[in-house]
């Protein structure tokens, strides 16, 4: 079993920028992908970006290129999501997720374990 506990989600205005944590605990995997989603009320869930263990391979969705940026810290279990120059419409709770052997980082499917959610505010 694996717990993913994000942290980091906050109000700010345009422009300004965040960086939320996902803390992994429990099983381990080399073959895992974590990955952050978020939902805004009303829409379906959509995926932000992924990041694979094995080889660092990261994935965006293309609201977000270029302003957002996964990372990975193994020995810590901890990804992270640094967002820059954020937007209104970056305005949703965003969740941590994680699955192993991973073939479509965008696909909601592929992951079996999600956090609970850390709420983004951003205020034009």
């Known amino acids: 079993q694996v717990r993913l506990e994000e942290s980091g989600g906050d109000s700010v205005t345009a422009g300004g920028s965040l960086r939320l944590s996902c803390l992994a605990t429990?099983?381990?995997?080399?073959?895992?992908?974590m990955a952050w989603y978020r939902q805004v009320p009303g829409k379906e869930r959509e995926g932000v970006a992924a990041?694979?263990?094995?080889?660092?391979?990261?994935w965006y969705a293309d609201p977000v290129k270029g302003r957002f940026t996964i990372s990975l810290d193994k020995e810590k279990n901890t990804a992270y999501l640094q967002m820059n120059r954020l937007k209104s419409e970056d305005t949703a709770i965003y969740y941590c997720a994680a699955g192993d052997y991973v073939a479509e980082p965008g696909r909601q499917s592929e992951y079996n374990y999600w956090g609970q959610g850390t709420q983004v505010t951003v205020s034009s």
């Open positions: 429990g099983h381990t995997s080399s073959n895992r992908c």
């Open positions: 990041i694979f263990f094995r080889e660092s391979r990261t």
